[in-house]
């Protein structure tokens, strides 16, 4: 059971994530640049991304630290291929332009974002004071 609520849970952070993204290419891109406007995104996003995580980790109701750690695996994995389906063959990205985010070298922050996602579930249980 707890599955099906951390899709819904994730469900809610693509859509968040969404929204974010595209508020952040009318809005930042512009001011900033591209590039540094996906840079900063990624702090925003894991704020948005703990934000929802912390208000929902109780409803998802994981029975263990590792049920929440495979929650975060979950999602992360779930997010890696939308947002490179979406970018790719939708948005028809390059894969340069999809790997940049990624590429730390380049100054690509998004893997921190990723990772933070893995922890997200077990770091909001136990911000929330819940037993796990």
Do not use: C
């Not at 859509?15 to 930042?28: A, D, Y």
């Not at 028809?92 to 100054?107: P, Q």
């Amino acid at each position: 059971m707890f599955l099906a609520r951390a899709l819904a849970v994730w469900l809610l952070i693509i859509f968040v994530e969404s929204v974010h993204g595209t508020l952040r290419q009318m809005f930042l891109a512009p001011l900033v640049g591209d590039f540094p406007a996906r840079r900063i995104a990624v702090f925003v996003g894991i704020a948005l991304i703990f934000a929802i995580t912390y208000f929902t980790v109780r409803w998802i109701n994981a029975p263990s630290a590792k049920s929440l750690f495979a929650v975060g695996l979950t999602w992360t994995i779930l997010t890696l291929l939308f947002e490179f389906g979406l970018g790719v063959f939708v948005l028809k990205y390059s894969w340069n332009r999809m790997f940049e985010d990624y590429d730390l070298s380049r100054g690509g922050l998004m893997g921190f974002g990723l990772i933070f996602m893995i922890f997200a579930p077990y770091l909001a249980a136990k911000t929330r004071g819940l037993k796990v």
